[in-house]
């Protein structure tokens, strides 16, 4: 028997250890056939139903306000005219409308603060379900405002919409990531970012003038979010909630497994509900932690440090700036009016075609190539947007370039940014830290958010052109530190991704250092590359 062999085999046998060795499965991909046979029509199901209803309302409602600018502004002023006798000052009409924009992030923040709450109780899909009721009350109040004359009502339903985006982008994410084969991850993940590209691509393609676009129509641009919000509520209710909750923290393994046989459409999951209470063994002496709790732990340090350096970029890069700001971007590029509608549809189509590519070759290439490179391109197209913004006036076809650069900054973010920071979230903790992961990704996602919509039109008007190269900036840092830092978690178990991190952390994962005995059934579920350098030794020295 050759070493190879010896790979496959296990390393103790016995009565006391039934079933399969989970960890001598290969690392690698799976032949095309087997990688087919894990998208079964509930696991597409639910990543789009969850998408549907969650994510794409996020990217919806990013840039839905972009093109009723006038006629809300214009609303803003009657009604204070109305209720004041006099127009409303410049000033605040600015201040009004930016609290507006801005509000939405606000409420993205209150989102993800509640999710610990309410998500430790209802589940992964219970608080999707329930999510909804916040999608339908600001539906309901944006839609109602224009015939009610409060434009308050547009404000608070900004802010009420700002919480479901928030809870929405850190449970999708969980419930995608504890669903999924490792083999699909990364693709199914990229499901978050396909439909916020296609919201975004939604909401500008509804607000041109032959639509919704127009002085009448324009509240039932807001009225749309109820569709998405009661197909997810009539659709996921038929689908099972996450098998690693079920089995994790609700202790039910006969739902665990009726939930992967249903999600893995084929009736023997043993091998997957063992490799879950392999992880359950590992993390037994460890209850669900809180955010310090989780900040403190030296094993996650560089884990932790990641997700919040690809989620600050992930808002910060620049492109958030484009999406609330496009009709001005376009028009010093020298646009027509007339034409912007269609201009900045345009770049709603590349991101949604970027963001399918990025989830067609995700489990090919890898998550770093694409971060890093997706960050890399947009500091080069960033530098090139600069140069041709800046000589607009000395060319006729400058301002065309400059619409080129801005699809490129597109087209790159999407590829790569725009959705693997989830992707990585899920995969970088184990299940007792996830929840606390996530609502550190979601504090610093909007945060980030709202600085940007904040701070970019005074970075504008300060630094004029020049404005991108602190996007440029940005990025470049954030390619730097993903390069040095972020392993591949490509095909990789939790336990395999732990154990990448554990030389920079200086500090081995939980699993390791357990304080109670060590028998020989931990032993069989160590990390396999313990498990592969003990063979290895084993086959250096004749022994078997």
């Known amino acids: 028997m050759d070493s190879q062999e010896l790979s496959s085999a296990p390393l103790t046998g016995g009565p006391s250890h039934p079933g399969p060795p989970t960890r001598a499965r290969p690392r690698s991909g799976k032949p095309g056939g ?9 696991l597409i199901a639910a990543s789009l139903v969850g998408a549907f209803g969650s994510s794409f309302l996020y990217g919806y409602n990013l840039s839905v306000v972009n093109a009723p600018t006038p006629y809300i502004k214009a609303f ?35 989102g993800t603060l509640m999710l610990k709450l309410i998500g430790k109780f209802l589940g992964r899909k219970y608080t999707l379900l329930v999510n909804n009721v916040f999608a339908i009350s600001a539906a309901l109040l944006m839609a109602c405002s224009l015939q009610a004359g409060a434009f308050e009502m547009l404000i608070v339903g900004r802010f009420v919409m700002g919480v479901d ?28 970012a396909i439909f916020i590209c296609i919201g975004v691509f939604a909401g500008q393609l509804l607000g041109l003038p032959e639509l919704l676009g127009k ?8 009225g749309v979010i109820v569709g998405p919000a009661v197909v997810q509520l009539l659709s996921l209710p038929f689908l099972p909630e996450s098998p690693r909750y079920l089995l994790f923290e609700k202790h039910d393994q006969a739902g665990a497994e009726k939930a992967f046989r249903t999600f893995l459409g084929k009736e023997d999951v043993s091998q997957e509900v063992e490799e879950v209470l392999a992880e359950g063994r590992m993390q037994r002496n460890i209850h669900l932690v809180s955010v310090l709790e989780l900040l403190r732990t030296p094993s996650v340090r560089w884990q932790v440090a990641t997700v919040v350096v690809t989620m600050a970029c992930y808002q910060l890069c620049g492109l958030n700036a484009i999406w609330f700001y ?4 376009f028009g010093k590029a020298g646009i027509s009016p007339e034409k912007i509608p269609y201009i900045t549809l ?3 189509g590349i991101e949604t075609l970027a963001s399918i590519f990025s989830g067609l070759v995700i489990e090919r290439l890898g998550r770093r190539p694409l971060l890093i490179g997706g960050f890399g391109l947009m500091t080069l197209f960033f530098g090139i947007l600069t140069v041709t913004l800046t000589l607009q006036d000395q060319a006729p076809w400058l301002p065309y370039l400059s619409i080129v650069c801005i699809l490129a900054i597109i087209a790159s973010f999407c590829s790569g940014p725009g959705g693997i920071p989830f992707v990585l979230t899920g995969e970088f903790f184990q299940q007792p830290q996830r929840p606390a992961a996530f609502l550190v990704a979601g504090t610093v996602n909007w945060l980030s958010n709202f600085a940007v919509g904040l701070l970019f039109p005074f970075i504008q008007k300060s630094l004029g052109t020049y404005c991108f190269l602190v996007f440029a ?8 530190y993903l390069y040095f830092v972020l392993p591949e978690t490509k095909n990789r178990t939790y336990a395999e991704i732990s ?9 081995p994962p939980p699993d390791e250092k357990m304080d109670s005995p060590v028998t020989d059934d931990q032993n069989v579920k160590r990390p396999e590359p313990d498990s592969s350098v003990t063979l290895d030794s084993y086959v250096k020295n004749g022994i078997v």
């Not at 002085?215 to 807001?222: C, I, K, R």
């Not at 496009?326 to 971007?329: A, E, G, L, P, Q």
């Not at 554990?502 to 500090?507: D, H, L, T």
């Open 215 to 222: 002085e009448s129509t324009w509240p039932y641009l807001f």
């Open 165 to 192: 985006g928030g809870i929405a982008l850190s449970v999708l994410p969980m419930y995608l990531s504890e669903i999924s084969p490792k083999e699909i991850r990364g693709s199914l993940g990229q499901v978050t």
């Open 76 to 110: 803003f002023n009657e009604t204070w005219e109305r209720r004041y006798g006099h127009p409303i000052d410049p000033d605040t009409l600015t201040l009004l409308w930016s609290v507006t924009v801005s509000i939405f992030a606000i409420g993205g923040l209150v």
């Open 34 to 42: 087997r990688r087919n046979q894990d998208w079964s029509c509930s």
């Open 499 to 507: 154990q990448a991190f554990a030389r920079r952390n200086k500090a």
């Open 346 to 348: 345009s770049t709603g």
């Open 326 to 329: 496009t009709n001005s971007i």
């Open 473 to 480: 900036t940005i990025c470049f840092a954030g390619a730097l």
